[in-house]
């Protein structure tokens, strides 16, 4: 078996993994690389292998880094199939399309505004990539085996997260590979727990706070107190907020603070589209996260859902005191952009950062409190009070990533440390060590590295195998 790193390493965006074993080439995951420009230039790059040598794809997660690379894919020759579990594969039809969509608005923005150094700006990807890549997506309930061939088969375990999200266990020769996929937090309010595969011969894990641990606060009170600043000085919240989970999560969130009248009647404006049809995706998944109906209920009128373009720009007419949630979770596209254009440059406003904000990225300028961001080609003021959300993660810190491989009863062969910034997956690396006593490594892109088979490496064969039994 051979693994090679073609994203997801030395960076927190891009994950995508190529394994080829059994006489296969199979891509767990196939993300966009998003953040600085030279990580963004790597979308535009040809794969090292041709795309329609690939066999098969395997998502853990709608995450456009892990899954917005497939109409790239499937434009350049990738006719196999693109397996994920049925929430995944509900998702990918609303965050594919979206992200096509937006890709083509901004290129016929920058020609019609002149401000693109290509003549003419073209998007990545167009609709039709998008609907060409959906098609091919075929679901598979979680923990149900599944061959490729006589040889290699995976299966699908709860990763929480997002709705969805898995991680991947393939067996090869009764060799198994896991890849972790994005971990979510055992207690989350809105996702159930991960649960961590039985034993592993080789390990793919993420490190995105493999440096960190969330702080102890409670994400009720730490949004109340914004809220209470900002309403004071008669301004507006801009939150630039992912639409998949972390929407839902801040909804349910101001729905419990609303009930419990720890917030005034000020509006709410939920600024997406594709939020707006996630959210819907949750009475389809009832067995895949915490919230009742009742709970549903509240995220639903909770805000005002604002679906059409006309309706996105009236926001900014209405005066006084409002919260408005937008996408881009990273500030990199979308309507949160105009919303920052208009509200940035005022000092009674606040511009709320609810989730990780990658290098590179408009969020993480904010974050660092640059004077001024970029927007539609021109610098734009920031005078708001840029305010961090510390307690708001879908993301397992390094003592819960700790905790899920602790889990494990049997250390990998070789445990590889991926999809974390630098800093952060060597912090990782180091961690599991010096705790647990594993050989582990951090990858760089696009290397390769063999991975001998079980016999090879005279391990015994577990009682239980967490992979497709013939």
């Known amino acids: 078996m051979k693994l090679t790193f073609l994203g997801g390493a030395e960076t927190v965006t891009g994950s995508r993994f190529l394994l080829e074993a059994a006489g296969k080439r199979v891509l767990i995951d196939c993300g966009l690389f998003q953040g600085t420009k030279n990580l963004r230039r790597r979308n535009w790059e040809t794969l090292p292998v041709p795309a329609a040598s690939i066999d098969a794809v395997i998502l853990t997660h709608a995450h456009i880094d892990h899954c917005g690379y497939l109409p790239v894919l499937a434009r350049d020759g990738f006719r196999g199939p693109v397996y994920c579990t049925p929430g995944t594969a509900d998702l990918c039809e609303v965050m ?153 999560e801040i909804l349910y969130y101001i729905a419990r603070l609303k009930e419990a009248g720890r917030m005034p009647s000020i509006p709410v404006y939920l600024d997406s589209p594709m939020a707006i049809s996630v959210t819907d995706l949750y009475r389809r998944h009832m067995h895949e996260h915490r919230l009742t109906l009742s709970q549903l209920y509240a995220i639903d009128h909770a805000s005002f859902m604002t679906r059409t373009v006309d309706e996105s720009k009236a926001i900014a007419g209405r005066r006084g005191p409002k919260v408005i949630i937008a996408g881009s979770g990273m500030a990199t596209g979308g309507r949160v952009l105009h919303h920052l254009a208009h509200y940035a440059p005022d000092p009674r406003n606040t511009i709320a950062l609810v989730g990780y904000q990658a290098a590179g990225t408009r969020g993480a300028a904010l974050e660092a409190h640059e004077p001024s961001i970029k927007l539609h080609g021109e610098y734009v003021p920031v005078c708001a009070e840029v305010a961090s959300i510390s307690s708001l993660s879908a993301h397992a810190d390094y003592t819960e990533t700790l905790r899920w491989l602790a889990d494990m009863t049997c250390p990998p062969e070789r445990t590889f440390v991926t999809h974390g910034e630098p800093a952060a997956a060597d912090a990782l690396r180091r961690r599991i060590t010096e705790k647990l006593g594993w050989r582990c490594d951090v990858p760089t892109w696009l290397e390769s590295v063999d991975l001998p088979e079980r016999d090879k490496l005279k391990r015994p064969y577990p009682a239980d195998e967490s992979a497709p039994a013939a």
């Open 96 to 248: 594919l399309r979206d992200s096509a969509r937006l890709q083509e608005e901004e290129a016929a923005f920058a020609n019609a505004h002149g401000y693109s150094k290509h003549h003419p700006a073209l998007p990545l990807y167009t609709l039709q990539d998008a609907e060409r890549a959906l098609r091919l997506i075929g679901p598979r309930e979680f923990d149900a085996p599944a061959w490729l061939n006589s040889q290699l088969g995976f299966r699908l375990l709860p990763a929480g997260h997002i709705l969805g999200a898995a991680s991947v266990v393939l067996s090869c020769n009764h060799t198994l590979i896991a890849f972790s996929g994005d971990l979510g937090r055992p207690d989350d309010p809105l996702m159930r727990a991960p649960a961590p595969p039985a034993h592993a011969d080789y390990l793919v894990i993420e490190s995105t706070y493999g440096d960190r641990l969330h702080k102890a606060l409670n994400p009720e009170d730490e949004l109340a107190e914004v809220f209470a600043r900002t309403f004071a000085r008669g301004g507006v919240v801009v939150m630039p907020c992912f639409a998949v989970g972390r929407a839902q």
